[in-house]
C-alpha cells in the first residue's frame, strides 16, 4: 500500500471518528462549565489552539464553517473564557472520550503508536491550525486518549489539506460543502447563508480536490512501511465499527 493510497483509504473513517467525541453529551456539558453555548464551544474549541486571534482569522483556517457563525461563536466565547483554555478543554474532552469508547478497542496501543508516527511526519506547510494543534500538549497518554488525540490531529490535517485544495480547485467552501455527501444539511448546519449555488458542476472539481488532499496528507503515511500502513488501515476500519455499533449505528462500507 502506497502513502497516497493509505491517505485515500483512511480519509472518510479519520474524518469521521476524529470529530466523534464533539458529539457526545458530555462533551456539550462541558461548554455550559464554561459559561458559553455549545456553538461557541465547538467552534472555539478547535480554532482555540491557534490562541487569541481575530474571528476573521479563526474563520480563515476552519474554512467550511461561514465567517458570520464562526463569529458569533468565537466573540461570544472570547467575553468569557480565553480561546487557549477552550481548546485545552476540548482537548481534556478528545481524552476522556477517547478512555471511555477506545480504551477496549483491539490493538488500540499500536493504533495510537502509528497515529502519532503519522501525525509527527506530517508536512504542516500551509496549515497553521493542524500545525497549532500538533504544538498543544496531550494532557493524558493512556492508550485510549492517546489514540482519540491520534485522530483528531489527523482530522484537523485532512481538514486543513482539503480546504488548500479546495481552493486550487476553483471552489468556494461553501461549494465544496454542497458539493460534499451533506449538501444543503451541511451547508445550513455551517451557517452558510442562502441561495446556494447549483451542485451539478462542482462534483467534478470536489473529487479533484479529494485526490490532491491525498496526494498532500500522504507525507504523513511515508513514515510508515507498507506493511505499517495497511495495518493502521484495517485498525482504523475496525476501530471505526466498533464505535458505531456502541452509537447504535450500522456499520458502512469503509
Given amino acids: 500500500m502506497t502513502p497516497e493510497q493509505a491517505a485515500a483509504a483512511s480519509r472518510a473513517i479519520v474524518v469521521e471518528l476524529g470529530e466523534a467525541y464533539t458529539r457526545c453529551p458530555t462533551t456539550r456539558r462541558r461548554a455550559r462549565l464554561l459559561g458559553i453555548s455549545g456553538w461557541a464551544f465547538y467552534v472555539t474549541a478547535r480554532g482555540g489552539a491557534l490562541g487569541a486571534v481575530g474571528s476573521e482569522t479563526a474563520a480563515a483556517c476552519l474554512g467550511f464553517i461561514a465567517p458570520d457563525a464562526v463569529a458569533e461563536g468565537w466573540d461570544a466565547a472570547a467575553r468569557v473564557v480565553a480561546p487557549r483554555e477552550v481548546a485545552e478543554a476540548g482537548l481534556a474532552e478528545c481524552c476522556r472520550w477517547g478512555r471511555q469508547h477506545l480504551a477496549d478497542a483491539p490493538g488500540v496501543n499500536r493504533l495510537a503508536d502509528l497515529l502519532h508516527r503519522a501525525v509527527a511526519a506530517a508536512e504542516a506547510h500551509g496549515l497553521p491550525l493542524f500545525a497549532a494543534w500538533r504544538a498543544m500538549p496531550v494532557p493524558d497518554d493512556a492508550p485510549g486518549a492517546r489514540a482519540a488525540v491520534g485522530l483528531h490531529l489527523l482530522r484537523e490535517l485532512y481538514l486543513g489539506a482539503y480546504l488548500l485544495a479546495v481552493r486550487v480547485s476553483g471552489m468556494t467552501p461553501l461549494e465544496a460543502v454542497l458539493a460534499g455527501a451533506e449538501g ?65 449505528c450500522p456499520p458502512t462500507g469503509h
Wanted: aromatic share 6%; proline share 8%.
Fill in 184 to 248: 444543503e444539511a451541511g451547508a445550513m448546519a455551517g451557517g452558510w447563508p442562502r441561495p446556494y449555488p447549483p451542485v451539478g458542476p462542482l462534483v467534478r472539481r470536489r473529487l479533484w480536490a479529494e485526490a490532491a488532499t491525498d496526494r498532500l496528507v500522504s507525507s504523513a503515511f511515508r513514515a510508515l512501511g507498507s506493511a505499517e500502513r495497511v495495518e493502521l488501515v484495517d485498525l482504523l476500519t475496525v476501530t471505526h465499527r466498533r464505535v458505531r455499533a456502541a452509537d447504535g
